[in-house]
């Protein structure tokens, strides 16, 4: 069955980048997007963007334009978001998903402090 | 950048009753090819969001017959026919039809 396996929670320090993982299994990892969606604590949900893992292409919503790097690696049928100068606003659980949002991984919440 | 606006923000109902939830977009999301992209999700407490309907009004393989979504242009509605007890959390609308997509701002359903 389809699963979409999310890195583990991180610290991190304001101004410091972190990369997130999500790796696929269950499917072949080239025919859908990935896509990712930020939620911070009790709020709703953003979408960031989404990468073609077949060829690389990404679209990204202009708000994360500047935040967000997402990446994949065929050869670990895995995708990557980079989120970089990190502040206090990108403390949140990130998600990767699939394009119809019927598959998620489990989430990966990220805290930005000193 | 669609809109999406939720009502109610919060829903309290008996365990059998029936609800609505309502979702109103600032822009028609009737797509070009004839296709409507909204999506109804439901997050549970500490659980990622999970695909309920899809494209209006299809229901996601293994969902309960109990859910059901309608709606056109601008206006959609998801129903819970029957509340039960593990149809607690936060329900979401979501559109792709215009880029970016955009997420409704959630209503949670609280069992009585």
Redesign the interface.
Known sequence: QVNLLQSGAALVKPGASVKLSCKASGYTFTDYYI?WVKQSHGK????IGYINPNSGYT?Y???FKSKATLTVDKSTNTAYMELSRLTSEDSATY?C?SP???Y????VMVTVSS | DVVLTQTPPTLSATIGQSVSISCRSSQSLLHSNGNTYLNWLLQRPGQPPQLLIYLVSRLESGVPNRFSGSGSGTDFTLKISGVEAEDLGVYYCVQSTHAPLTFGSGTKLEIK
């Open positions: 896509h709703s949900l953003e979408w679209n919503n202009e708000k998600y998903t119809l949002f019927d998620w991984g489990q989430g």
